[in-house]
């Protein structure tokens, strides 16, 4: 472990051998930034802005957007903050969008599909995202939720680099923008795995259905060798590939995923702690053989056993 020297916490994510791992936070709130801070988190790896707007009634004007998103940014000056723009719809309606009722919320107009008639709205969103990393020091990028196509991802790194973002992203949640991820990595600085949804559309399982819950295990070896595909496409062009779903907070995947060649993790910060005591241990070779060994298992309790042996 080294220190960041400014007398903060010790870096997490070093492995045995000293390989590192980006250790991030999920934070949608300034008090998830600072318990991230406090945890160790060296950056977020996804600001979930809907949560900021759950309740409004009327779209928060620039300057609104722009408080509120400083307030959760001002911790990280100087640290890198992804921040994901408006991901509404499904499980997470925001009444201000008045979005018409759908009778597949999952399969509808959510997330980045509901900038495609109103691009003004995300236009506002991102230069109020732009305002506040001036604000705040804080090294911001821009990850777009619910991406479908290459095309889409090409569509939201224009506007947002036009909005002076520097760094764009996109989340990898729909298992047909994995598929093609060598063409999304050429229109994006960076991709983030958000395994809840790719866990759920690859399954065609609810993620919150519990009589489905074994099918959005992240354990599941075809969600495992679609991450695998992703990261070493990330691999072959130098793209950094993040993991922000609930994967990432698994300890013992952690290890799997780095030996997939993913190269941040980012997590609630309660579960930073567990993440790097157990990547502590172990070097980047061993993180290979888990892998091998989970993707090599035909059920998620095999893949964990293996794992584990
Ligand atoms: C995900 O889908 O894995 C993710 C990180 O986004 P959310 O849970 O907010 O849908
Ligand atoms: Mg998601």
Request: aromatic share 4%; net charge neutral; charged share 20%.
């Amino acid at each position: 472990h080294r220190a960041d020297g400014k007398g903060r916490a010790p870096w997490r994510g070093t492995l045995r051998d000293g390989h590192r791992v980006r250790l991030l936070g999920n934070v949608g709130s300034a008090a998830d930034a600072e318990a991230a801070v406090a945890a160790g988190a060296e950056g977020v790896g996804l600001f979930r802005t809907e949560f900021c707007y759950l309740a409004a009634t009327r779209e928060p004007t620039v300057a609104e957007q722009r408080a509120a998103y400083a307030a959760v940014l001002a911790p990280f000056r100087g640290r890198s903050v992804v921040v994901r723009t408006l991901d509404a719809g499904a499980d997470k309606p925001l009444p201000f969008l008045g979005l018409d009722a759908e009778p597949n919320p999952a399969l509808g107009v959510r997330g980045l599909r509901v900038a495609f008639d109103r691009p003004e709205l995300l236009d506002r969103q991102l230069a109020a995202i732009a305002a506040a990393a001036s604000d705040t020091g804080a090294e911001v990028s821009v990850m777009a939720p619910m991406v479908a196509t290459a095309a889409e991802a090409v569509w939201f790194a224009e506007r947002a680099r036009a909005a002076g973002i520097p760094r764009v992203g996109v989340m990898i949640e729909v298992p047909a923008v994995a598929l093609v991820a060598a063409e999304v990595m050429d229109a994006v600085d960076f991709v983030s795995l958000g395994t809840n949804d790719l866990a759920q559309y690859l399954f065609a399982a609810d993620r919150q259905l519990g009589a489905v819950a074994g099918l959005n295990d992240p354990w599941q070896p075809a969600l495992l060798r679609l991450i695998a595909a992703v990261a070493e496409a990330g691999a072959a062009r130098g793209v950094p590939v993040g993991v922000c779903g609930e994967a990432a907070a698994d300890p013992l995947l952690a290890r799997a995923l780095v030996g997939l060649g993913v190269t941040s993790l980012s997590m609630n910060a309660t579960a930073l702690g567990g993440v790097s005591a157990a990547l502590a241990e172990v070097d980047r070779a061993e993180c290979r053989r888990f892998a091998r060994a989970a993707l090599a298992a035909g059920t998620p309790d095999q893949a964990r056993a293996a794992a584990r042996r």
